[in-house]
C-alpha cells in the first residue's frame, strides 16, 4: 500500500485516552461503516489534519493511484483473497481523495460521482432495467454497452465528422503501450473499418522480421531500431486481437514462465 493508514494492528483505545496527547480519539472504532469512512477522509484532509492529505492534488495522486490499481492486479493474479479485499480498498480510498480534493476545489462531489455512475449503469444495461431485449450472452452484454455508449456520444456531439478522427487519440497516452495499442486497435476496427486480417498482419510481421535479418546478414547498422522493435510488437498485439486473445495478459504469463524457466536452469548449474 502507498501513503495509506495501515489497518493490519488494532488500536487500543482504552490505552490512548489516557494519553493526555491523544486527539480526535470520537474516530477510533473498533468497526467502521461508510460514513466513518468518509469522516476520516474528511479529517485527514482538514486544517488541523494530516499535512500530507492535505496538500495532495489531482496529479501529485497520479502515481498513487496507478500504484494501487497494479497491486489489486497482483493480488488478483496471486489469488491473494486477504489482499485483494486490502488493495481494493486503497483503491478505494484514492477515489475518495479525488473527491475530497474536487468538492474543496469546488469541481465536483463524492455524491455526483456516485450519481452519474449509477446512472451510467441504469442506461447501459436497458435489457436489466428496463424493457430491452434480455442479452444472450456475455458477449451480447457488451454489444449493448458498446452500443449505448456510441449513442450517448454522438448525442453528446463528440462524433461530428471533423471530430471523429480524433476519437483514437482520445484514447489515453497514459495506458501501458499494449493496452492502448489493443484498445486503438479494435476501435480502428469497430469505428473506421480498419483491416482485421490475420493472414495479412503475419506478412507484415514476416516483412519486419526478414528486414532486421537482411540488415544483420549485410553487417549493416540497423537504423530505426526502435521503430522497427515497435512495428513488430505492434503487428503482435493486433495478431492477438484478431486470435480473440488479451495480449496483456499473454505477455505477463510468458514473462512469469520466463522467470520460472531461469530461475530452473539456474537452481541446476
Avoid at 463524492?110 to 436489466?128: F, G, W
Avoid at 501501458?176 to 469505428?191: F, G, H, L, S
Avoid at 510481421?205 to 513488430?232: M, P
Avoid at 505492434?234 to 512469469?256: C, D, I, P, R
Wanted: with cysteine.
Amino acid at each position: 500500500m502507498t501513503n495509506s493508514i495501515s489497518t493490519d494492528k488494532k488500536v487500543n483505545k482504552s490505552i490512548l485516552l489516557h494519553d493526555s496527547k491523544a486527539r480526535n480519539m470520537e474516530y477510533v472504532k473498533e468497526n467502521y461503516l461508510w460514513e466513518d469512512l468518509l469522516a476520516i477522509v474528511k479529517k485527514l484532509r482538514a486544517p488541523d489534519g494530516c499535512p500530507w492529505d492535505r496538500a495532495q492534488t489531482h496529479e501529485s495522486m497520479r502515481s498513487c493511484l496507478i500504484e494501487e490499481c497494479y497491486e489489486v492486479i497482483e493480488a488478483v493474479d496471486n489469488k491473494d483473497i486477504l489482499n485483494l479485499r486490502e488493495e481494493l480498498g486503497d483503491v478505494m480510498l484514492q477515489v475518495l481523495l479525488h473527491s475530497e480534493i474536487a468538492r474543496d476545489e469546488q469541481e465536483f462531489t463524492l455524491d455526483e460521482v456516485i450519481n452519474e455512475l449509477a446512472k451510467k449503469l441504469i442506461r447501459r444495461h436497458p435489457h436489466v432495467f428496463g424493457d430491452g431485449e434480455p442479452a444472450k450472452d456475455t458477449n451480447d452484454g457488451l454489444s449493448k454497452w458498446e452500443a449505448i455508449k456510441l449513442k450517448e456520444k454522438a448525442e453528446a456531439s463528440l462524433l461530428k465528422k471533423e471530430d471523429k478522427v480524433n476519437e483514437l487519440e482520445k484514447i489515453p497516452k497514459s495506458f501501458p503501450a499494449i493496452i492502448r495499442a489493443q484498445k486503438v486497435q479494435k476501435k480502428a476496427v469497430n469505428e473506421f473499418k480498419a483491416e482485421n486480417n490475420s493472414t495479412s498482419t503475419v506478412k507484415n510481421l514476416k516483412k519486419l522480421i526478414s528486414q532486421y535479418e537482411s540488415q544483420q546478414a549485410n553487417n549493416l547498422e540497423i537504423n530505426n531500431d526502435q521503430n522497427l522493435v515497435g512495428n513488430l510488437i505492434f503487428e503482435v498485439v493486433k495478431l492477438s486481437g484478431e486470435m480473440g486473445v488479451n495480449a496483456e495478459n499473454s505477455l505477463t504469463k510468458a514473462t512469469e514462465e520466463y522467470i520460472n524457466k531461469v530461475i530452473r536452469c539456474s537452481t541446476y548449474k
